[in-house]
């Protein structure tokens, strides 16, 4: 799962040079620059590297999400596992991979406050007992925190995100859907789910036409780092 990422390009003149490229290329194709810099969100702008007409890796202006064909929402994750039999992913596993640089992806980790403190409560009174099934979903969801981390490979200041990309009639700009695979071990506790990330020096070979996708999707970084994080307000 990846619903969130963030781009520091106070730490990185790599991605700033990325991200500046994108914005000139949009900028030269809808009159404007919104290619996000900070936290990205999906259906924002982001700057994505895939392959130029001329065949030379170049960075694009891409808007996170396929758009579903019942207008309901978008498309911002696709599993590794099927999208290359999927009659929905198939065509840009095969013909349109892309990468998504960034610093390091969000995930968030739920704790039921209210089994924690059952089990507090036993330690200390074992006699108790506590009868929850009957509570609503909103009664619930108050029994719970979300804890959000910030992840990437250990080591690794710019991670690139494997993704795929496609062209929607009545969109100016291409779009995207980020490839997720079985969480690493170490952080399977915050979610069961994460990205597929490439090492910089594998990250490439994602972009070649003669690629073979599955090994390389097997190939990547599993070694994860995490660090809880404050949430920001957006108010």
Known sequence: MCSRFYLDVEASEKLKAIIAEAGRRQMALTGENTVVRGEAFPSQVVAALACGKNGQTAAFPMEWGFHRKDGKGLIINTRSETAASSPLFRDSMKERRCLIPASWYYEWETLDL??????????????V???DAGLSPARRSRHTKKIKHAIRPQGQEVIYLAAIYRYEPERRLPVFSILTRDAAPEI????PRMPIIFSEGTAMKWLERNAEPAQLMAACQMNMDSQAVKEQSHD
């Open 114 to 127: 209210q089994q924690s403190l059952f089990e507090t409560a036993a330690e200390l009174t074992p006699s």
């Open 129 to 131: 007992q506590v009868e």
């Open 188 to 191: 399977a506790f915050i979610h």
